[in-house]
């Protein structure tokens, strides 16, 4: 198995799905002209030609509904936006048509609709709108799946069965993901590298990963602050407490037994998202547990807690979302 | 404004276009009867007067076309090849016909918007798909002047446009969105020259005449099919009655417009028959009689169907609890 960084699976997942299935297409901003600017796309125009791969023009309104209406018609496209944030120009087509798959008075039946865009985070561009994380708004919505990955094994997995479902999913991918990860409790450059296997694989959607074990507290997070809370269990692990850290992936449909059967053993729940905290994703997980296991949450042993990002704009200051030390000292606080 | 020297239509295509726009007439006044009757109240939004639009473009399309209505005169939809009367009427009475009206993608039928305008994008992916498939199937979508405002239009023309894609964009013009005149909303009165600003071929023709919009719509589509890329119609009309049944219509002088009667299509269009002598009084009163007849058996037939639990569609597609 070769080791390869998150980029590199993310590309072999779309090239691979487009060779298995010609009906495969994708549109975006810049997707030919400058590798969807992270590389996400390289070479596919190379090898899959202009029929396959579509630079737009400025257009998000356009790159969702021509996803829905080609998707509608006969192929299984993928609208790619530069950046998460600039999805939210095309809520109507992405919220209430692919979502709420409104067409009028009638429900149509499937959509094999992919939608793929990056949340640059706190730092990138620098400015709320392309840093920001909008899957709490696309979560409200009854159709759509939101795929959140974090590492290059799930990324490639996931993107594989987001393409391959014959309704739509939404993929939010973190920029931060691209270029660092965790390693032995620091946040490294070009540390999200992975052995990811050559022969084919998919990861369902809807099934979250443990990606550390332990007894005293579970971590409940997803997208790229699985590094943080990663990072921040190694460290605590040094100082005694055994934190388990479960990656959501999706986080519709949202794998409530993983977190059920991970918050009985350990007795403590904290929920780590970047997105803003006020009606935030964390409120969702809290009442999907009390909903799936009534008794749970009174009999934790100490009171449930979370962190996300402030409720302000995300303008350039990292201290606004959650920190491998901010997940740190909240865990001490709990354990 | 003159009807564009084209050659006529067969006499065969003359008299389709004419049942066809009788059927669009008086089959919407008789849902229309049946609906107020089950509600006590009239409601809805009715469009006689713009028939000729939809009909004289949906004459000149294939099954396998792609098309989209303004919500006004959905009614028409029936005149698309591969949709019967059937399912207009099964649409308009909460019937689940074989091919909803709405929706029945393999006849071009992708769905409505209740937030007008954003339907333009999706039509436009449905005009990339038939190219990137090969079919060769064209995409007529129309909307109203007030949607034709929205940003979706613009960027649908815009990508249209780029990639020269086979899709005809329509403004049915009756010079009202709701209650809001053109005159509050345009600085421009013939709508076509924004396909200038998006380099599209674009026409302006009045949509009441239904010789003239036959031939236009012909020539759009015959164009677009031969790979000729996109293009823009304004189709000018008026909205004869209120933006719905029961809307006061404060907004407007009391019988702004009624002049627009003597321009009603289906009247001036008969009269065009009787001058080129295709129709006869005889035949007027002979297809009155048939259109009635098909359009209430076409009734009986649809309310006789049980209505769908769309509850069960709803929740059988459900993906992570109700
Ligand atoms: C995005 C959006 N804004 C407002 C409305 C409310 N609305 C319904 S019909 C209508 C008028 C539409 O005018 P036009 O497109 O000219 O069609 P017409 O009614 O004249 O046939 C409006 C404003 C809506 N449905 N969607
Ligand atoms: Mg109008």
């Known amino acids: ?335 | 404004m003159e009807a564009p020297s084209l050659e006529l239509p067969s006499k065969e295509v003359l008299l389709k276009l004419y049942r066809d726009l009788l059927t669009a007439r008086r089959g919407e006044a008789e849902i229309f009867a049946i609906q107020s009757k089950a509600t006590g109240r009239g409601s809805g939004h009715r469009g006689p007067g713009e028939e000729a639009i939809p009909i004289a473009i949906l004459n000149n399309l294939t099954e396998t076309d792609c098309f989209h209505p303004n919500f006004r005169t959905y009614f028409c939809h029936f005149a698309k090849p591969g949709f019967t009367l059937k399912d207009a009427i099964a649409q308009s009475l909460g019937r689940r016909s074989e091919h909803p009206l709405i929706f029945t993608p393999e006849l071009g039928a992708m769905g409505s918007s209740g937030t007008l305008g954003e339907a333009s994008v999706r039509y436009v992916g449905a005009a990339v798909a038939n190219v990137i498939q090969k079919t060769g199937d064209v995409t007529v979508f129309i909307q109203g002047d007030g949607a034709s405002n929205r940003a979706p239009t613009h960027e649908a023309m815009v990508v249209a446009a780029a990639w020269q894609l086979p899709i005809i964009f329509v403004i049915q013009n009756n010079k009202y969105g709701m209650g809001t005149s053109w005159r509050k909303s345009y600085n421009i009165e013939d709508l076509s020259v924004r396909g200038a600003g998006y380099g599209m071929p674009h026409e302006r023709v009045d949509g009441n005449d239904m010789l003239a919009m036959y031939l236009v719509a012909k020539k759009h589509i015959d164009r677009c099919r031969a790979g000729g890329g996109p293009s823009l119609i304004c189709a000018d009309t008026w909205r004869l009655r209120a933006h719905y049944e029961g809307d006061a219509q404060i907004y407007r002088p009391k019988g702004e417009g009624q002049d627009w009667q003597k321009y009603d299509p289906l009247p001036r269009y008969e009269k065009q028959l009787r001058e080129l002598g295709v129709l006869s009084q005889e035949d007027v009163g002979r297809l009155e009689a048939e259109v009635t007849e098909e359009i209430n058996t076409t009734i009986k037939e649809v309310e006789s169907m049980t209505v769908p639990s769309s509850f069960e569609d709803f929740t059988a597609s459900a993906i992570d609890g109700l």
Request: net charge negative; hydrophobic share 40%; charged share 25%.
């Open chain 1, 1 to 335: 198995m070769a080791e390869i960084r998150y980029i590199e699976a993310l590309n072999q997942a779309f090239r691979e799905e487009m060779r298995r299935d010609e009906k495969v297409v994708m549109w975006g901003e810049d997707i030919i002209s400058m590798n969807d600017v992270h590389g996400q796309t390289r070479d596919i125009y190379d090898e899959f030609g202009g029929d396959r791969i579509k630079d737009t023009p400025i257009c998000e309104q356009a790159i969702a509904g021509m996803t829905i209406g080609a998707a509608y018609r006969g192929l299984r496209p993928i609208g790619i936006y530069m950046n998460a944030g600039f999805s939210l120009c095309a809520f109507d087509g992405l919220f209430l048509k692919l979502g709420c798959k409104s067409v009028g008075r009638y429900v149509p039946g499937d959509i094999p609709a992919t939608i793929y865009g990056v949340i640059a985070g706190p730092i990138g561009d620098g400015d709320n709108d392309h840093g920001m994380s909008p899957e709490s708004l696309y979560a409200h919505a009854p159709y759509l799946k939101i795929v959140m990955p974090s590492t290059p094994y799930d990324v490639k997995g996931l993107v594989k069965s987001a393409i391959r479902d014959d309704n739509p999913v939404m993929v939010w991918d973190h920029a931060w993901n691209f270029y660092q990860g965790h390693k032995d409790g620091k946040i490294e450059r070009m540390a999200n590298v992975q052995e990811v296997p050559e022969e084919e694989y998919l990861i369902p959607l809807g099934k979250a990963d443990v990606k550390r074990e332990g007894t005293d507290i579970t971590i409940v997070t997803y997208s790229f602050q699985v590094h943080n809370a990663l990072a921040a269990a190694y460290n605590l692990a040094e100082e005694g407490i055994s934190a388990e850290v479960v990656d959501l992936r999706t986080i519709v449909p949202l794998d409530v037994d993983a977190i059920v059967d991970s918050v009985k053993k350990t007795g403590r729940l904290l929920i780590v998202h970047e997105a803003m905290k006020r009606a935030g994703f964390a409120g969702e997980i809290l009442f999907r547990i009390s909903e799936h296991s009534p008794d749970l949450i009174p009999s934790l042993k100490s009171p449930f807690r979370r962190l996300a990002g402030w409720n302000l704009p995300l303008v350039n200051r990292p201290e606004l979302v959650p920190t491998m030390g901010t997940i740190m000292s909240t865990v001490k606080e709990m354990v």
